[in-house]
Every structure is written in C-alpha cells, then in structure tokens.
C-alpha cells in the first residue's frame, strides 16, 4: 500500500525532529555528566587542602600540644561528608584517628558511599584510596594526615539527586520537543500536501473531460502556486481546444450543408422534370461541387501544415521575386475587378518553404483582391531586415471592424460584412496563413480600419 503524501511528510519531518532532538538531548545529558563529574573531583581535592589547612592551625607550637578537641569536631564532621582522617605528629605518634575513635560508623558511611558508587558508577571501578599530606606551620612540618576516601571520587545523595532532576527535566523538554515536533511537521506538512492533492484531484477531473474544474483560492508557497496556475492554465487551454473542436465539427457542416443543399434541390428539380437540365444549371451545380471541393481542399492543407511530423523543405530564394510570380498568377483576377497590383521594395532573400510561402502570399492577395471594391489598388511591399524579411500586403478595401481583427485567423471565422457579400470562402485562408507563417517561427500582424483598407504584415527570419 503506496502511503499518503500528508503522512509521508508527516513522518519524515517528526523522524527527522526525533533524531535531532534525541541527539541533542544525549549530547546535553553527557556534557553536563561530564562537567558535573569534573567539578566534583576539584570540589574533592579543595575539600582535602581545606581539612589540611584546618588541621594545620590546631597545633600550638609554643606548648607543642593539639587542640584535640577541635581536631575531633573537624575529624568527626569530615567522616559524616565520607573522608577518614588520620593525624599524626612529626615524630609519628598517633594524635586523633577517625577507625580509632569510631570503627563501626567509619565502616558504616564507607559501605555506603562504596554501595551507592558501585551501584550507580560501576564503571568508574572505584575503591577506597588514601591520599597523605604534610601539616606544616611557618614552614615547619608538624606532622602529616591520611585521608581516606572513595576514589578516583564519589557523589553523595544530593548530587546523586540532582543529576536524577536534570535527568526528568531533560527528558520532559526531550518529549515536549518532539511532540512540538510532530504536531508543527503535522501542518506543514498538510500545508505542503494540501495544494498538491487539491491539484492531483483537478488533474483527475480534466482527465476525465471535466475541464471547466479550476483550483481556486491562493497558496502561499511559490512552487505550489506555480502548480496550481500550471494546471488551471492547462484546464483553459483543453477547453478552448475542446470548444473549438467543438465548433469545427459545427462550421464544417454548416459550410457544406449549404452547397450541398442547393445541388440536391437542383438535381431534384431536374430529375423530377420540373427543370430543363440546361447548361447554365449544370454549370451552378458544378460551382457548388468546386466549393465543396475547394472546402476540402483547404481543410487538407490546414490538417497538412498542422501535422507534427510536417516538414519544411527550406530552399533559399527572394522574396520580392517569389511576390512578382505571385501577382502574375492572380493578375486576371485583378483585371476582372478594374484592381491595381503593384509589387514593391527590395529584393531579400530568405530561406523557408517557398511553395508554402506561396501559398502565404497568394491567400492574402487574392483576399485582399476579394474585399477590394472595383477600381480599388493592392499593393505588396518586400522589406530587408537585418535578420528578418518582411512582406505587406496593403489594400484599400471594405477593411476589417476592429472589434473583429482578433479572430480573423481563426478557421472559419468571417467577419459580418463578408459573410453577407456572399464574396467570401470559408474563412480557412487565414488559418493557413498563420499556420505557415508559425511553423517558420515568423510573425503575422494585422492593421485594418473598417471601409479603409488593411494591411497584412509578415514577418520572417532569414534562416528558419
Ligand atoms: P475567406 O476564405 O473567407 O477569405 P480567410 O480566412 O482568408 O477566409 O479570411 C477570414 C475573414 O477575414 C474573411 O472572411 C474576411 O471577413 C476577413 N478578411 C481577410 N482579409 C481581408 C481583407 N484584406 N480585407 C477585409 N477583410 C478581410
């Protein structure tokens, strides 16, 4: 079973926190064991210089005596904290020893402090040592001390319970931590998870045709925004080329219903007797078959440029010689409508599809030839760019409204005033147009004022 995204980061992030925090937890824990400990063995060694310095004083050099008495208060007092004093004058007599004077209470607190190390340190392999010290006066020995304690040192109940405090108190930020950790790696990672299932959920619904599904509302981390706009963009354009589809079935029957209708209502009258099937019938009937045939003609040409695998078979020529032969082909054209064709600018040449550049310039001439009233002039201009070649086709014709220029390249878009003059084709001419002109990575714009004439530029690298 493949695991959620939102538990997925849920548990890496909490993983993650919990080696972390535990690292750091130990580390903290060793640290402060170590330097604890460390302080301990100089508090020790203090301790004995102390009971030294102490020692050293109780002695009267005058009348040669000890102040016994206040040896054993600090004799006593020193036992109790887990140190066995031994103090001895200068010739070596014995002047007051902790065994000596309580044998039972020394072995007693030594059991204990041995037991408890033992216990909790075994490690440190400990035992009783004895450390000697000299007990001087202005310089003179006056005697010596053994002390006797546990070594290398030992901790007594009060360490013992304060190392046990930092210990719970370590543990208890330790499992604070990691459940902060958990529950702040719970948000976010539903933060992160939360953007991406929304947007796997569209992708699943566009992937099953629903392609107005849209993610809406804004997400806070860039990559994840980008996503969202990525696939809200990708929703857009499968709907436009779903409602263009759409309607491309929709115009197609509709552009041959119509010569199709009137044929077979010319057939049917001749057929059934009530038309003589004179020559001038036949002969409509056949310019309906030619626009049919035209239709399909066009429509394999669009389909033709569209096709991936579709390849440009570059050659280099000029284009002002490609536009002479162009408006050679259509001149009778012109002189049917009284229409001037004139051809200028500079030579230049480029390399593209010349047959398909043709093609470019004999659409938008004899487009320009068609919505050019009679006596009316085009004119097609070739200019040499640094990189690019640019060609203008100009006419002084019906022009295009502006509100209508964005959708003239479109297929079977016509406008308003062309439909109704009947002089139109199908409104394919463009489409293929800027299909070759796109597939030569050129450019086509257009300028165009209603009733003024228009201007059809296009512009083209020299080297596709
Ligand atoms: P069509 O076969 O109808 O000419 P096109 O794709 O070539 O189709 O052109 C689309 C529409 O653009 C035309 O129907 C016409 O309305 C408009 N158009 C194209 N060229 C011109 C022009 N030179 N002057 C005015 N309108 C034009």
Known sequence: MRRGLRTHLTVTISLFALVIISAISLLANLSVHIGFEKYVKQQQKARSQDIVDNLSRQYNSMTGKWETGYIHGVGMYALYEGYIIKISDAKGGVVWDAENHDMSLCRQIMDKITQRMQ???????????????????????????????????????????????????LFVIGILSISASVIIGGILAKRISRPIIKTAHIATQISQGNYEARFDGKVRIRELNELAAATNHMAESLETQESLRKRLTTDVAHELRTPLTAISSHLEAMI?????????????????????????????????????????????????????????????????????????????????????????????????????????????????????????????????????????????????????????????????????????????????????????????????
């Open 119 to 169: 216990d909790k340190r075994p490690y440190l392999q400990g035992g009783m040592i004895t450390h000697h010290y000299k007990l001087e006066q202005n310089g003179q020995t006056i005697g010596q001390v053994a002390i006797r304690s546990y070594g290398p040192y030992f901790l007594n109940e009060n360490d013992f319970v304060f190392l046990n405090t930092l210990n719970v108190f």
């Open 272 to 464: 059934e007797g009530v038309w003589q099937p004179t020559a001038e019938r036949l002969q409509s009937c056949y310019e309906e078959i030619g626009r049919i045939s035209g239709l399909v003609a066009d429509l394999e040409k669009l389909s033709e440029i569209e096709d991936e695998d579709w390849i440009l078979q570059k050659v280099p020529f000029d284009l002002l010689e490609l536009a002479h032969v162009v408006s050679r082909n259509l001149e009778s054209e012109g002189i049917k409508k009284g229409i001037r064709i004139d051809v200028d600018g500079t030579s230049t040449v480029i390399t593209a599809d010349r047959d398909r550049m043709s093609q470019v310039i004999t659409n938008l001439l004899s487009n320009a030839i068609k919505y050019t009233p009679e006596k009316g002039s085009v004119t097609i201009t070739v200019e040499d760019g640094s990189e690019t070649g640019v060609l203008t086709v100009t006419d002084n014709g019906i022009g295009i409204p502006e509100d209508q220029l964005p959708y003239i390249f479109e297929r079977f878009y016509r406008t308003d005033s062309s439909r109704s003059r009947k002089t139109g084709g199908a409104g394919i001419g463009l489409a293929i147009v800027k299909s070759i002109v796109n597939a030569h990575n050129g450019t086509i714009e257009v300028v165009s004022d209603a009733h003024q004439g228009s201007s059809f530029i296009v512009t083209l690298p020299k080297e596709v």
